[in-house]
Protein backbone atom coordinates (compact mmCIF):
# COMPACT_ATOMS: atom_id res chain seq x y z
CA UNK A 1 0.00 0.00 0.00
CA UNK A 2 0.92 3.11 -1.28
CA UNK A 3 -0.41 6.82 -1.58
CA UNK A 4 1.78 9.36 -3.61
CA UNK A 5 0.84 12.76 -4.52
CA UNK A 6 0.51 13.27 -8.41
CA UNK A 7 0.88 17.07 -9.13
CA UNK A 8 1.34 20.10 -6.48
CA UNK A 9 -2.37 20.94 -6.24
CA UNK A 10 -4.36 23.61 -7.19
CA UNK A 11 -6.33 26.15 -4.97
CA UNK A 12 -8.89 28.32 -5.61
CA UNK A 13 -11.20 30.16 -2.80
CA UNK A 14 -9.67 28.66 -0.02
CA UNK A 15 -10.16 25.17 -1.94
CA UNK A 16 -7.21 23.14 -2.51
CA UNK A 17 -7.69 20.33 -5.03
CA UNK A 18 -5.13 17.77 -5.41
CA UNK A 19 -4.10 14.92 -7.02
CA UNK A 20 -3.14 11.64 -5.78
CA UNK A 21 -2.07 7.69 -6.48
CA UNK A 22 -2.91 5.02 -4.14
CA UNK A 23 -1.33 1.26 -4.82
CA UNK A 24 -2.85 -1.47 -3.34
CA UNK A 25 -2.23 -5.29 -4.58
CA UNK A 26 -0.81 -3.90 -7.42
CA UNK A 27 -3.97 -1.57 -8.59
CA UNK A 28 -3.52 1.74 -9.06
CA UNK A 29 -6.22 3.44 -7.43
CA UNK A 30 -6.26 7.10 -8.82
CA UNK A 31 -8.14 10.02 -6.23
CA UNK A 32 -8.52 13.89 -6.06
CA UNK A 33 -8.64 15.00 -2.45
CA UNK A 34 -10.12 18.66 -1.93
CA UNK A 35 -9.23 20.21 1.23
CA UNK A 36 -8.79 23.75 3.12
CA UNK A 37 -6.46 25.95 2.14
CA UNK A 38 -5.42 26.71 5.34
CA UNK A 39 -5.17 23.57 7.46
CA UNK A 40 -7.63 22.95 10.27
CA UNK A 41 -6.91 22.68 13.94
CA UNK A 42 -8.77 19.18 14.84
CA UNK A 43 -9.06 16.46 11.81
CA UNK A 44 -11.90 17.63 9.08
CA UNK A 45 -14.93 15.23 8.26
CA UNK A 46 -14.13 13.45 5.28
CA UNK A 47 -16.98 12.94 2.76
CA UNK A 48 -16.33 9.77 0.37
CA UNK A 49 -17.54 10.61 -3.10
CA UNK A 50 -18.75 7.98 -5.60
CA UNK A 51 -19.19 8.65 -9.00
CA UNK A 52 -21.68 7.69 -11.38
CA UNK A 53 -20.97 5.41 -14.33
CA UNK A 54 -19.15 6.54 -17.57
CA UNK A 55 -17.79 9.56 -15.48
CA UNK A 56 -14.94 9.71 -13.49
CA UNK A 57 -13.56 11.39 -10.39
CA UNK A 58 -13.72 14.71 -11.44
CA UNK A 59 -17.42 14.50 -12.59
CA UNK A 60 -19.06 17.79 -12.48
CA UNK A 61 -21.13 17.69 -9.53
CA UNK A 62 -18.53 15.62 -7.78
CA UNK A 63 -15.94 18.72 -8.23
CA UNK A 64 -19.20 21.01 -6.89
CA UNK A 65 -19.93 19.25 -3.93
CA UNK A 66 -15.92 18.73 -2.93
CA UNK A 67 -15.65 22.26 -3.13
CA UNK A 68 -18.67 23.39 -1.34
CA UNK A 69 -18.25 20.85 1.75
CA UNK A 70 -14.69 22.61 1.40
CA UNK A 71 -15.41 25.69 1.42
CA UNK A 72 -18.93 26.47 3.40
CA UNK A 73 -18.07 23.34 5.44
CA UNK A 74 -14.41 23.51 6.29
CA UNK A 75 -15.13 19.55 4.95
CA UNK A 76 -12.46 17.51 3.19
CA UNK A 77 -13.81 15.32 0.11
CA UNK A 78 -12.19 12.45 -1.63
CA UNK A 79 -13.09 11.22 -5.20
CA UNK A 80 -11.60 7.85 -6.69
CA UNK A 81 -12.37 6.53 -10.17
CA UNK A 82 -14.41 3.93 -10.43
CA UNK A 83 -13.32 0.33 -12.00
CA UNK A 84 -12.46 0.49 -15.61
CA UNK A 85 -13.23 4.20 -15.71
CA UNK A 86 -11.10 7.34 -15.42
CA UNK A 87 -7.78 7.11 -14.86
CA UNK A 88 -7.97 3.68 -14.47
CA UNK A 89 -8.02 3.05 -18.58
CA UNK A 90 -5.18 3.97 -21.02
CA UNK A 91 -7.72 6.63 -22.95
CA UNK A 92 -8.07 7.91 -19.46
CA UNK A 93 -11.83 7.56 -19.76
CA UNK A 94 -13.05 9.88 -23.02
CA UNK A 95 -14.17 7.31 -24.80
CA UNK A 96 -17.74 7.24 -22.65
CA UNK A 97 -19.38 4.85 -24.71
CA UNK A 98 -16.51 2.44 -24.44
CA UNK A 99 -16.66 2.79 -20.33
CA UNK A 100 -19.96 1.92 -20.06
CA UNK A 101 -19.92 -1.16 -22.19
CA UNK A 102 -16.69 -2.29 -19.87
CA UNK A 103 -18.91 -1.61 -16.87
CA UNK A 104 -21.62 -3.23 -17.46
CA UNK A 105 -19.23 -5.94 -18.69
CA UNK A 106 -17.43 -6.01 -15.45
CA UNK A 107 -19.97 -5.43 -13.38
CA UNK A 108 -21.68 -9.18 -14.92
CA UNK A 109 -18.66 -10.83 -15.15
CA UNK A 110 -16.09 -10.15 -12.65
CA UNK A 111 -17.44 -11.33 -9.43
CA UNK A 112 -15.12 -9.35 -7.46
CA UNK A 113 -15.03 -5.82 -8.57
CA UNK A 114 -17.62 -5.07 -5.53
CA UNK A 115 -14.58 -6.28 -2.90
CA UNK A 116 -11.88 -4.45 -5.04
CA UNK A 117 -13.65 -1.25 -4.77
CA UNK A 118 -14.21 -1.71 -1.19
CA UNK A 119 -10.66 -2.82 -0.64
CA UNK A 120 -9.24 0.71 -2.96
CA UNK A 121 -11.64 2.73 -1.01
CA UNK A 122 -10.55 1.35 2.53
CA UNK A 123 -6.92 1.43 1.62
CA UNK A 124 -7.46 5.06 1.06
CA UNK A 125 -9.36 6.33 4.02
CA UNK A 126 -6.90 4.62 5.56
CA UNK A 127 -4.24 6.66 3.95
CA UNK A 128 -5.51 9.70 4.32
CA UNK A 129 -6.25 9.43 7.96
CA UNK A 130 -2.71 9.35 8.76
CA UNK A 131 -1.93 11.99 11.37
CA UNK A 132 1.15 14.06 8.47
CA UNK A 133 -2.60 13.85 5.96
CA UNK A 134 -6.16 14.79 6.98
CA UNK A 135 -6.35 12.58 10.61
CA UNK A 136 -9.18 10.32 11.73
CA UNK A 137 -12.24 13.11 11.56
CA UNK A 138 -15.49 11.92 10.96
CA UNK A 139 -16.71 9.89 7.99
CA UNK A 140 -19.78 10.33 5.11
CA UNK A 141 -20.81 8.75 1.81
CA UNK A 142 -22.23 9.96 -0.85
CA UNK A 143 -22.64 8.02 -4.06
CA UNK A 144 -25.88 7.71 -6.57
CA UNK A 145 -26.12 5.23 -9.18
CA UNK A 146 -23.05 3.71 -9.46
CA UNK A 147 -22.03 5.70 -6.29
CA UNK A 148 -24.37 3.29 -4.37
CA UNK A 149 -23.65 0.57 -6.57
CA UNK A 150 -20.25 -0.15 -5.43
CA UNK A 151 -21.12 2.57 -2.26
CA UNK A 152 -23.72 1.11 -0.45
CA UNK A 153 -20.94 -2.03 0.06
CA UNK A 154 -18.80 0.70 1.59
CA UNK A 155 -20.98 1.58 3.93
CA UNK A 156 -21.92 -1.69 4.87
CA UNK A 157 -18.55 -2.58 5.49
CA UNK A 158 -16.79 0.24 6.87
CA UNK A 159 -17.97 1.03 10.45
CA UNK A 160 -16.01 4.48 10.32
CA UNK A 161 -18.63 6.05 7.94
CA UNK A 162 -21.40 7.43 9.93
CA UNK A 163 -23.78 9.04 7.35
CA UNK A 164 -24.39 8.15 4.12
CA UNK A 165 -26.00 9.62 0.84
CA UNK A 166 -27.23 6.89 -1.57
CA UNK A 167 -29.84 6.33 -4.49
CA UNK A 168 -30.99 6.39 -8.31
CA UNK A 169 -30.26 2.33 -7.90
CA UNK A 170 -32.11 -0.33 -6.83
CA UNK A 171 -32.34 -3.99 -5.85
CA UNK A 172 -31.51 -5.18 -9.76
CA UNK A 173 -28.48 -5.82 -11.47
CA UNK A 174 -25.87 -8.61 -11.27
CA UNK A 175 -24.86 -7.83 -7.32
CA UNK A 176 -28.53 -7.24 -6.54
CA UNK A 177 -28.36 -10.13 -3.81
CA UNK A 178 -25.08 -8.52 -2.49
CA UNK A 179 -26.93 -5.27 -2.53
CA UNK A 180 -29.69 -6.70 -0.28
CA UNK A 181 -27.09 -8.48 1.99
CA UNK A 182 -25.30 -4.74 2.46
CA UNK A 183 -28.52 -2.95 2.53
CA UNK A 184 -29.03 -4.99 5.91
CA UNK A 185 -25.86 -4.36 7.13
CA UNK A 186 -26.15 -0.67 6.87
CA UNK A 187 -27.08 1.16 10.29
CA UNK A 188 -25.85 4.61 10.19
CA UNK A 189 -28.25 7.33 9.03
CA UNK A 190 -28.85 7.31 5.00
CA UNK A 191 -30.65 9.62 2.81
CA UNK A 192 -31.86 7.76 -0.34
CA UNK A 193 -32.94 9.34 -3.56
CA UNK A 194 -35.43 8.35 -6.54
CA UNK A 195 -36.29 8.99 -9.32
CA UNK A 196 -39.35 8.76 -10.18
CA UNK A 197 -39.13 8.02 -14.03
CA UNK A 198 -35.78 6.84 -13.68
CA UNK A 199 -35.62 4.73 -17.07
CA UNK A 200 -32.19 3.13 -15.97
CA UNK A 201 -33.01 1.22 -12.85
CA UNK A 202 -36.71 0.78 -12.16
CA UNK A 203 -38.95 2.53 -9.50
CA UNK A 204 -40.16 -0.14 -7.47
CA UNK A 205 -36.40 -1.70 -7.67
CA UNK A 206 -35.47 1.17 -5.83
CA UNK A 207 -38.01 1.84 -3.25
CA UNK A 208 -37.35 -2.19 -2.41
CA UNK A 209 -33.49 -1.20 -2.05
CA UNK A 210 -34.84 1.79 0.39
CA UNK A 211 -37.32 -0.99 2.38
CA UNK A 212 -34.28 -3.61 2.52
CA UNK A 213 -31.76 -0.67 4.34
CA UNK A 214 -31.21 -1.89 7.79
CA UNK A 215 -30.92 1.92 9.47
CA UNK A 216 -33.49 3.29 11.57
CA UNK A 217 -32.55 6.45 10.46
CA UNK A 218 -33.44 6.46 6.59
CA UNK A 219 -35.13 8.84 4.51
CA UNK A 220 -36.34 8.68 1.08
CA UNK A 221 -36.61 12.05 -1.55
CA UNK A 222 -38.19 11.19 -4.44
CA UNK A 223 -38.48 13.62 -7.55
CA UNK A 224 -39.93 13.43 -10.68
CA UNK A 225 -37.75 13.42 -13.85
CA UNK A 226 -35.27 10.58 -15.43
CA UNK A 227 -32.51 9.07 -14.03
CA UNK A 228 -30.49 11.95 -14.35
CA UNK A 229 -32.67 15.12 -13.24
CA UNK A 230 -31.92 15.33 -9.75
CA UNK A 231 -33.23 18.86 -8.85
CA UNK A 232 -30.60 21.10 -7.81
CA UNK A 233 -32.39 21.40 -4.55
CA UNK A 234 -32.49 18.34 -3.81
CA UNK A 235 -28.20 18.02 -4.27
CA UNK A 236 -28.03 20.40 -1.78
CA UNK A 237 -30.53 18.99 0.63
CA UNK A 238 -28.05 16.13 0.35
CA UNK A 239 -25.37 18.28 1.11
CA UNK A 240 -27.17 19.47 4.15
CA UNK A 241 -28.01 15.65 5.13
CA UNK A 242 -24.31 15.38 5.11
CA UNK A 243 -23.68 18.45 7.07
CA UNK A 244 -26.35 18.17 9.39
CA UNK A 245 -24.57 14.66 10.46
CA UNK A 246 -20.52 15.25 10.18
CA UNK A 247 -20.33 18.63 11.40
CA UNK A 248 -18.03 18.95 14.49
CA UNK A 249 -19.47 20.42 17.58
CA UNK A 250 -18.81 23.56 18.58
CA UNK B 1 -71.51 34.75 4.91
CA UNK B 2 -70.60 36.08 8.19
CA UNK B 3 -67.13 36.31 10.15
CA UNK B 4 -66.85 37.49 14.25
CA UNK B 5 -64.16 36.88 16.36
CA UNK B 6 -65.35 35.27 19.66
CA UNK B 7 -62.95 35.86 21.75
CA UNK B 8 -60.29 38.88 22.51
CA UNK B 9 -57.50 36.44 21.51
CA UNK B 10 -54.26 35.51 23.64
CA UNK B 11 -50.46 36.58 22.94
CA UNK B 12 -47.50 35.06 23.74
CA UNK B 13 -43.74 35.56 22.58
CA UNK B 14 -45.30 37.82 19.83
CA UNK B 15 -48.01 35.41 18.27
CA UNK B 16 -51.24 36.52 18.85
CA UNK B 17 -54.04 33.12 18.50
CA UNK B 18 -57.88 34.55 18.18
CA UNK B 19 -61.13 32.33 17.72
CA UNK B 20 -63.61 33.20 14.91
CA UNK B 21 -66.65 31.69 14.09
CA UNK B 22 -67.86 32.17 10.44
CA UNK B 23 -70.93 31.23 9.10
CA UNK B 24 -72.15 29.68 5.68
CA UNK B 25 -75.14 27.94 4.14
CA UNK B 26 -76.27 27.91 7.85
CA UNK B 27 -73.47 26.41 8.86
CA UNK B 28 -70.97 27.50 11.48
CA UNK B 29 -67.28 27.09 11.08
CA UNK B 30 -64.95 27.58 13.83
CA UNK B 31 -61.52 28.40 13.34
CA UNK B 32 -58.41 29.17 14.99
CA UNK B 33 -55.81 32.53 13.77
CA UNK B 34 -52.44 32.85 14.24
CA UNK B 35 -51.21 36.11 13.51
CA UNK B 36 -48.42 38.38 14.22
CA UNK B 37 -48.80 40.34 17.72
CA UNK B 38 -47.46 43.31 15.61
CA UNK B 39 -49.82 44.17 12.32
CA UNK B 40 -47.39 43.58 9.48
CA UNK B 41 -47.47 46.25 7.13
CA UNK B 42 -47.75 44.02 3.94
CA UNK B 43 -50.25 41.01 4.22
CA UNK B 44 -48.58 38.36 5.55
CA UNK B 45 -48.30 34.69 3.87
CA UNK B 46 -50.99 32.92 5.18
CA UNK B 47 -50.95 29.40 5.77
CA UNK B 48 -54.17 27.47 5.63
CA UNK B 49 -53.79 24.15 8.12
CA UNK B 50 -55.90 21.40 7.84
CA UNK B 51 -56.08 18.59 10.71
CA UNK B 52 -55.70 15.19 11.20
CA UNK B 53 -59.09 12.99 11.57
CA UNK B 54 -60.35 12.75 15.09
CA UNK B 55 -58.75 15.72 16.18
CA UNK B 56 -59.42 19.54 15.67
CA UNK B 57 -58.27 22.75 14.54
CA UNK B 58 -56.05 23.08 18.37
CA UNK B 59 -54.40 19.26 17.53
CA UNK B 60 -50.68 20.69 19.39
CA UNK B 61 -48.92 19.94 16.28
CA UNK B 62 -51.37 22.60 14.46
CA UNK B 63 -50.78 24.94 17.18
CA UNK B 64 -47.48 24.50 16.76
CA UNK B 65 -46.29 24.90 13.30
CA UNK B 66 -49.35 27.77 13.94
CA UNK B 67 -46.90 29.52 16.30
CA UNK B 68 -43.94 28.94 14.72
CA UNK B 69 -45.01 30.36 11.24
CA UNK B 70 -45.79 33.67 13.05
CA UNK B 71 -42.90 33.57 15.62
CA UNK B 72 -40.01 32.74 13.35
CA UNK B 73 -41.62 34.48 9.82
CA UNK B 74 -44.10 36.89 10.58
CA UNK B 75 -46.26 34.54 8.64
CA UNK B 76 -50.57 34.09 9.85
CA UNK B 77 -51.64 30.58 10.22
CA UNK B 78 -55.50 29.55 9.94
CA UNK B 79 -57.36 26.26 10.96
CA UNK B 80 -60.79 25.53 11.22
CA UNK B 81 -62.26 22.47 12.70
CA UNK B 82 -63.07 19.30 10.05
CA UNK B 83 -66.33 18.06 9.54
CA UNK B 84 -67.88 16.10 12.76
CA UNK B 85 -65.07 17.40 14.51
CA UNK B 86 -64.11 20.15 17.12
CA UNK B 87 -66.17 22.40 17.75
CA UNK B 88 -68.40 21.18 15.14
CA UNK B 89 -69.86 18.72 17.49
CA UNK B 90 -71.71 19.14 20.70
CA UNK B 91 -69.18 17.04 22.43
CA UNK B 92 -66.37 19.57 21.03
CA UNK B 93 -65.13 16.83 20.06
CA UNK B 94 -63.61 15.25 22.99
CA UNK B 95 -65.40 11.81 22.79
CA UNK B 96 -62.62 10.64 19.72
CA UNK B 97 -63.98 6.97 19.26
CA UNK B 98 -67.37 9.03 18.74
CA UNK B 99 -65.66 11.85 16.04
CA UNK B 100 -63.66 9.11 14.66
CA UNK B 101 -66.85 6.59 13.69
CA UNK B 102 -69.03 9.59 12.28
CA UNK B 103 -66.07 11.28 10.30
CA UNK B 104 -65.60 7.77 8.44
CA UNK B 105 -69.46 7.42 7.94
CA UNK B 106 -70.23 10.96 6.75
CA UNK B 107 -67.19 9.95 4.77
CA UNK B 108 -69.02 7.25 3.25
CA UNK B 109 -72.51 8.47 3.30
CA UNK B 110 -72.80 11.98 2.22
CA UNK B 111 -71.12 12.78 -0.88
CA UNK B 112 -71.33 16.85 -0.26
CA UNK B 113 -68.50 16.18 2.33
CA UNK B 114 -65.58 17.46 0.29
CA UNK B 115 -67.40 20.30 -1.00
CA UNK B 116 -68.80 21.81 1.47
CA UNK B 117 -65.35 21.75 3.43
CA UNK B 118 -63.64 23.33 0.21
CA UNK B 119 -66.84 26.19 0.51
CA UNK B 120 -65.55 26.40 4.18
CA UNK B 121 -62.32 27.21 3.26
CA UNK B 122 -62.63 29.70 0.19
CA UNK B 123 -65.02 31.53 2.88
CA UNK B 124 -62.21 31.34 5.45
CA UNK B 125 -59.84 32.57 3.07
CA UNK B 126 -62.18 34.99 1.70
CA UNK B 127 -63.08 36.85 5.09
CA UNK B 128 -59.77 36.61 6.22
CA UNK B 129 -58.31 38.24 3.09
CA UNK B 130 -60.38 41.02 3.97
CA UNK B 131 -58.57 44.00 4.43
CA UNK B 132 -59.43 44.88 7.78
CA UNK B 133 -57.92 41.45 8.43
CA UNK B 134 -54.72 40.18 6.91
CA UNK B 135 -55.45 40.94 3.34
CA UNK B 136 -54.38 39.31 0.22
CA UNK B 137 -51.19 37.60 0.57
CA UNK B 138 -49.52 34.71 -0.73
CA UNK B 139 -51.16 31.29 0.49
CA UNK B 140 -50.35 27.65 1.02
CA UNK B 141 -52.11 24.72 2.40
CA UNK B 142 -50.88 22.51 4.83
CA UNK B 143 -52.74 19.03 5.83
CA UNK B 144 -51.63 15.22 6.44
CA UNK B 145 -54.01 12.27 6.19
CA UNK B 146 -57.63 14.01 6.76
CA UNK B 147 -55.59 17.23 6.09
CA UNK B 148 -55.11 15.77 2.11
CA UNK B 149 -58.47 13.94 2.20
CA UNK B 150 -60.49 17.35 2.51
CA UNK B 151 -57.21 19.65 1.41
CA UNK B 152 -56.16 18.22 -1.73
CA UNK B 153 -59.75 19.27 -3.16
CA UNK B 154 -58.81 23.14 -1.84
CA UNK B 155 -55.94 23.04 -3.56
CA UNK B 156 -56.82 21.93 -6.65
CA UNK B 157 -59.78 24.35 -6.28
CA UNK B 158 -58.50 27.18 -5.07
CA UNK B 159 -55.79 29.24 -7.36
CA UNK B 160 -54.73 31.41 -4.25
CA UNK B 161 -53.20 28.35 -3.19
CA UNK B 162 -49.34 28.36 -4.50
CA UNK B 163 -47.97 25.78 -2.66
CA UNK B 164 -49.12 23.01 -0.61
CA UNK B 165 -48.04 20.32 2.39
CA UNK B 166 -49.80 16.92 1.78
CA UNK B 167 -50.05 13.52 2.38
CA UNK B 168 -50.19 10.44 4.75
CA UNK B 169 -52.83 9.58 2.27
CA UNK B 170 -53.20 7.56 -0.67
CA UNK B 171 -55.91 6.74 -3.44
CA UNK B 172 -57.98 5.19 -1.23
CA UNK B 173 -61.22 5.51 0.60
CA UNK B 174 -64.61 6.60 -0.68
CA UNK B 175 -63.29 9.74 -2.51
CA UNK B 176 -60.81 8.26 -4.03
CA UNK B 177 -62.07 9.04 -7.48
CA UNK B 178 -62.39 12.28 -6.45
CA UNK B 179 -59.00 13.04 -5.05
CA UNK B 180 -57.76 11.04 -8.33
CA UNK B 181 -59.18 13.48 -10.29
CA UNK B 182 -58.16 16.66 -7.88
CA UNK B 183 -54.45 15.61 -7.61
CA UNK B 184 -54.57 15.45 -11.87
CA UNK B 185 -55.33 19.31 -11.42
CA UNK B 186 -52.72 20.65 -8.79
CA UNK B 187 -50.43 22.94 -10.24
CA UNK B 188 -48.07 24.34 -7.45
CA UNK B 189 -45.36 22.92 -5.66
CA UNK B 190 -46.50 20.15 -3.61
CA UNK B 191 -44.09 17.96 -0.79
CA UNK B 192 -45.72 14.68 0.29
CA UNK B 193 -45.23 12.66 3.05
CA UNK B 194 -45.64 8.99 3.13
CA UNK B 195 -44.97 6.56 6.13
CA UNK B 196 -43.42 3.59 5.18
CA UNK B 197 -45.45 1.63 7.35
CA UNK B 198 -48.69 3.50 7.09
CA UNK B 199 -50.79 0.98 8.87
CA UNK B 200 -53.85 3.47 8.20
CA UNK B 201 -53.75 3.52 4.49
CA UNK B 202 -51.86 1.50 2.20
CA UNK B 203 -47.93 3.27 1.04
CA UNK B 204 -48.66 1.66 -2.43
CA UNK B 205 -51.93 4.05 -2.59
CA UNK B 206 -50.09 7.09 -1.03
CA UNK B 207 -47.60 6.52 -4.04
CA UNK B 208 -50.11 6.28 -6.39
CA UNK B 209 -51.46 9.23 -4.86
CA UNK B 210 -47.99 10.95 -6.04
CA UNK B 211 -47.87 10.02 -9.04
CA UNK B 212 -51.32 11.20 -9.93
CA UNK B 213 -50.15 14.68 -8.71
CA UNK B 214 -50.48 16.97 -11.64
CA UNK B 215 -47.68 19.04 -10.28
CA UNK B 216 -44.06 19.46 -12.26
CA UNK B 217 -42.62 20.79 -9.22
CA UNK B 218 -43.54 17.75 -6.87
CA UNK B 219 -40.99 15.75 -4.36
CA UNK B 220 -42.20 12.76 -2.23
CA UNK B 221 -40.19 12.26 1.30
CA UNK B 222 -40.99 8.94 3.45
CA UNK B 223 -40.03 7.95 6.63
CA UNK B 224 -40.08 4.83 8.41
CA UNK B 225 -43.15 3.82 11.06
CA UNK B 226 -46.38 3.58 11.11
CA UNK B 227 -49.14 6.54 10.41
CA UNK B 228 -48.83 9.16 13.15
CA UNK B 229 -44.81 8.51 13.19
CA UNK B 230 -43.54 11.23 11.26
CA UNK B 231 -40.21 12.24 12.16
CA UNK B 232 -39.69 15.79 14.09
CA UNK B 233 -37.17 16.66 11.13
CA UNK B 234 -39.55 15.84 8.70
CA UNK B 235 -42.35 18.62 10.15
CA UNK B 236 -39.43 20.78 10.21
CA UNK B 237 -38.72 20.42 6.51
CA UNK B 238 -42.05 20.67 5.88
CA UNK B 239 -42.30 24.10 7.97
CA UNK B 240 -39.24 25.26 5.68
CA UNK B 241 -40.77 23.87 2.43
CA UNK B 242 -43.63 26.72 2.89
CA UNK B 243 -41.26 28.97 4.05
CA UNK B 244 -38.92 29.11 1.31
CA UNK B 245 -41.91 29.17 -1.25
CA UNK B 246 -44.03 31.57 0.29
CA UNK B 247 -41.98 34.06 2.04
CA UNK B 248 -42.26 37.49 0.68
CA UNK B 249 -38.89 38.78 -1.03
CA UNK B 250 -37.32 41.57 0.16
Known amino acids: MSFDWVDRGVTARGVSERRFDARRAGRVIPGVLWMPEDPPDAPPPL ?12 QDYIVGLGRRLVRH ?3 AAVAIDGPVHGDRRADAGTDIEAVNKDFWRTWRDDPAMTDEMVADWRAVLDALQE ?21 LPVVAAEARVSV ?10 PTRDRL ?5 AVRCPVLFLVQWDDELFERQRGLDLFSALGADDKRLHANPG ?3 QVPF ?8 FL ?8
Chains 1, 2 share one sequence.
Request: no cysteine.
Open 180 to 184: RDDAA
Open 233 to 240: DEFRATEE
Open 164 to 173: AVLGLMGLTG
Open 243 to 250: VSHLRVQE
Open 47 to 58: VLMGHGGSAHKR
Open 73 to 75: HGF
Open 226 to 228: GHV
Open 131 to 151: PGRLGAGPVGWWGLSMGTILG
